[in-house]
């Protein structure tokens, strides 16, 4: 069913995503885990958890939704993913490794595999969107002012050249930031977490401030991300629609807990749809 729904303008390939509709979901046993939470608990006041004993594990490859209504504590969550904000309680392993356990340096570089999207896409504005690109590159690269301007190493222009091709912007490399709109924008910001090389993607409600058909675009780039290249993503959304278009799995977050998770409950679209409308009329 919804296969045939996606306005993608062609950039999702055919056949890509899993079809809840169609109970049909690829097999991730036995695979590598990205991203495995146990029990994770967190609290910014005394006595109010904002997050309680949040459990999932993300295989390698698998595209995940992390929906909920406004305040259901996916930003923290999210946050709490990759330790940019600690957790009070529990564990967090990405790639295997426990966060917790790590030097400020190894935790760079576990994090430097992760490619950060937020709602904001945070662009230089008066830089190209080809020198954006670049600064993908600047963990792994040496920095310097000039390299913006136009002189950094021809292989590392390529290849941001080819994360815009990605993205769909090539034409757009010499234009300023601040001369693209919300969609290109938000695209040149998948691009330069693309030149981190990652091998999993995080966005935070990538599509919130962007028209439907430019949000479409967006998504339609993580979902070809996830299927041509095999990278993970975690996105959260308020989109329930988007969640089933471009996510292999849903988990809804409500009031802090995981209130339903599509892969360990099975469900199709229709009943998932019920499920989430029923959590926010009680919300
Ligand atoms: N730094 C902070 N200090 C205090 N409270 C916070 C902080 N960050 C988030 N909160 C609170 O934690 C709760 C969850 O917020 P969070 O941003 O994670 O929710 P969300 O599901 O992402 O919401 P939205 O969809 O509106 O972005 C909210 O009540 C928020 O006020």
């Given at each position: 069913m919804y296969r045939e729904e996606l306005p993608m303008g062609g950039m999702l390939p055919h056949g890509a995503l899993p079809d809840h509709a169609s109970g049909r979901t690829p097999v991730w046993e036995d695979g590598a885990v990205d991203l495995q939470v146990k029990g994770l608990c967190k609290a910014f006041?005394?006595?109010?958890?904002?997050?309680?004993?949040i459990e999932f594990s993300i295989p390698k490859g698998q595209a995940v939704a992390l929906i909920g209504s406004n305040g259901a504590g996916k930003s923290t969550l999210l946050r709490c993913c990759m330790h940019l904000i600690e957790p009070d309680q529990g564990t967090v392993y990405l790639f295997g490794q426990p966060?917790?356990?790590?030097t400020a340096k190894s935790l760079r570089a576990l994090r430097s595999k992760v490619g950060f999207v937020f709602q904001?896409?945070?662009?230089?504005?008066?830089?190209s969107a080809l020198s954006n690109v670049l600064h993908g590159a600047l963990p792994r690269a040496p920095v310097g002012r000039a390299w913006f301007q136009g002189t950094a190493p021809k292989a590392l222009r390529e290849e941001a050249m080819h994360c815009l091709e990605r993205v769909g912007l090539a034409d757009h490399a010499?234009?300023?930031?601040?001369?693209?709109?919300g969609g290109q924008s938000q695209r040149v910001a998948v691009a330069r977490a693309l030149m981190q090389r990652p091998r999993f993607l995080v966005a935070d409600e990538?599509?919130?401030?962007?028209?439907p058909v430019s949000g479409d675009e967006v998504m339609g780039v993580f979902a070809q991300l996830v299927e041509q290249d095999g990278l993970t993503l975690l996105f959260t959304s308020h989109d329930l629609t988007h969640a089933l278009r471009y996510a292999h799995r849903v988990i809804a977050l409500h009031r802090g807990r995981v209130a339903l998770d599509s892969l360990s409950q099975q469900t199709d679209a229709v009943a998932l749809r019920a499920l989430y409308e029923n959590h926010h009329d009680r919300a």
């Open positions: 006041d005394p006595g109010m958890p904002v997050l309680s004993d966060l917790q356990a790590q904001k896409h945070n662009l230089v504005p008066r830089l010499r234009k300023r930031a601040d001369h693209l709109s990538p599509a919130a401030s962007l028209d």
